[in-house]
């Protein structure tokens, strides 16, 4: 598991298999696949409809058991873990979003935030919740 001391000496982890530039310019590497596989969520299809014959299907995501007990034990070990917009979309559907308070998707800065996915810079300043 790979962590990340920004330079206000926050502790980062996140679960995202890409590395991240921040705003303070430090560079974190990537996380490893195990970490990353194992936060796959479990999609739930609910067919809603159809449009001209193709089905319409709601979409929910959902955090297993033991992804939420994993989640809380890597929240413990630093300040700050990086989630994707979908597991934080999950714990508000799934009713826990407050049980993580220190799990938060990033914010590019306002320069980069229109950038390619590579190009993006987290600002330190302005996490989602």
């Not at 194992?38 to 193709?54: A, C, D, P, S, Y």
């Not at 979908?86 to 306002?110: H, K, Y």
């Amino acid at each position: 598991m790979k962590t990340h001391k920004l330079t206000n000496g926050a502790a980062v982890l996140s679960i995202s298999g890409h590395g991240f530039r921040f705003s303070d310019g430090t560079e974190s590497e990537a996380q490893e696949m195990s970490i990353v596989d194992f936060f796959t969520l479990r999609r739930q299809n609910r067919k809603v409809g159809e449009i001209k014959g193709m089905p319409l299907n709601e979409v929910r995501m959902a955090l297993a058991k033991n992804q939420q007990d994993e989640l809380k034990r890597l929240s413990e070990l630093v300040d700050i873990v990086i989630v994707p917009f979908p597991v934080l979309a999950a714990m508000r559907e799934q009713g826990i979003r407050d049980e993580f308070p220190n799990c938060v998707a990033f914010n590019a800065t306002p320069e980069t935030q229109r950038s390619a996915p590579q190009d993006k810079v987290v600002d330190i300043t302005n996490w989602s919740y």
